[in-house]
């Protein structure tokens, strides 16, 4: 059987397409209707917010380990997390998980790399984007990172906490990230990083004006691939 994907979830819309991409490709790899087992564990949003608000890193990672705990508790193999911005307390995480994970700027950072990118623009939170967390995993790669300026990085943000983690999908929002977008590509770039999980809901290559890097999806297929690639290596 393959391996025991646990998720730890943060935002609902994020998680649930993490879920139903590793549901819906499943089969390409192991058969009709097949994926493997999947747990997921989710706690108030509420509390992350609080956290992030504060700067509380630790509590962030306290979460996510609770999370954690609980999906090792349900006999999962390893961890996946759909959420970009709490991906900040990942050292802190790592090191007293009882299960191995994935780091999905390593992921993205991997992918980046293998398609030939070199500068890419990265949107997400204000705390993601604030962060280290994208332009430490691009640097280990030798990719540049352009983070939108602070009207940018405000008006993002707020599209994603007030709109896209509710599902509410405006097309002036979409019109907001398209020029944003357009931005970095007068700025070099040649890809952008959709560094929220939920941001692929409303953009994608169809509609952005630069190569999409898709963090949800991307994530999910490399948990999918090491599932079934773990299984296939015993």
Same mark, same amino acid.
């Given at each position: 059987?393959?391996?025991?994907?646990?998720?730890?979830?943060?935002?609902?819309?994020?998680?649930?397409?993490?879920?139903?991409?590793?549901?819906?490709?499943?089969?390409?790899?192991?058969?009709?209707?097949?994926?493997?087992?999947?747990?997921?564990?989710t706690p108030s949003l509420?509390?992350? /917010?609080?956290?992030?608000?504060?700067?509380?890193?630790?509590? %962030?990672?306290?979460?996510?380990?609770?999370?954690?705990?609980?999906?090792?508790?349900?006999?999962? !193999?390893?961890?996946?997390?759909?959420?970009?911005?709490?991906?900040?307390?990942? @050292?802190? %995480?790592?090191?007293?998980?009882?299960?191995?994970?994935?780091?999905?700027?390593?992921?993205?950072? @991997?992918?980046?790399?293998?398609?030939?990118?070199?500068?890419?623009?990265?949107?997400?939170?204000?705390?993601?984007?604030?962060?280290? %967390?994208?332009?430490?995993?691009?640097?280990?790669?030798?990719?540049?990172?352009?983070?939108?300026?602070?009207?940018?990085?405000?008006?993002?943000?707020?599209?994603?906490?007030?709109?896209?983690?509710?599902?509410?999908?405006?097309?002036?929002? /979409?019109?907001?990230?398209?020029?944003?977008?357009?931005?970095?590509?007068?700025?070099?770039? !040649?890809? /952008?990083?959709?560094?929220?999980?939920?941001?692929?809901?409303?953009?994608?290559?169809?509609? @952005?004006?630069?190569?999409?890097?898709?963090?949800?999806?991307?994530?999910?297929?490399?948990?999918?691939?090491?599932?079934?690639?773990?299984?296939?290596?015993?």
């Amino acid at each position: 059987m393959p391996l025991h994907i646990g998720i730890v979830c943060c935002s609902a819309e994020g998680a649930a397409l993490c879920y139903r991409t590793i549901c819906a490709e499943g089969a390409a790899l192991l058969g009709p209707h097949a994926h493997p087992e999947i747990s997921m564990h989710t706690p108030s949003l509420a509390g992350y /917010v609080k956290c992030l608000d504060r700067g509380d890193v630790a509590g %962030v990672g306290e979460l996510m380990l609770a999370s954690a705990r609980k999906l090792a508790g349900a006999g999962a !193999d390893f961890l996946i997390c759909p959420d970009n911005t709490i991906h900040q307390a990942f @050292s802190y %995480v790592e090191a007293r998980s009882p299960l191995p994970w994935l780091h999905i700027a390593e992921i993205v950072a @991997s992918e980046a790399s293998a398609r030939g990118y070199r500068r890419l623009g990265l949107t997400g939170t204000r705390w993601l984007v604030d962060s280290e %967390v994208y332009p430490e995993k691009l640097s280990q790669h030798g990719l540049a990172c352009v983070r939108p300026d602070t009207r940018g990085r405000d008006e993002i943000s707020r599209i994603i906490m007030d709109e896209l983690v509710y599902g509410v999908f405006k097309p002036g929002s /979409v019109a907001c990230f398209q020029s944003l977008i357009q931005g970095f590509r007068e700025q070099g770039c !040649d890809a /952008v990083i959709l560094g929220c999980t939920e941001i692929p809901l409303i953009l994608s290559d169809a509609n @952005s004006p630069l190569p999409t890097l898709d963090s949800t999806r991307l994530l999910a297929r490399a948990a999918l691939r090491k599932a079934v690639n773990s299984t296939e290596a015993r």
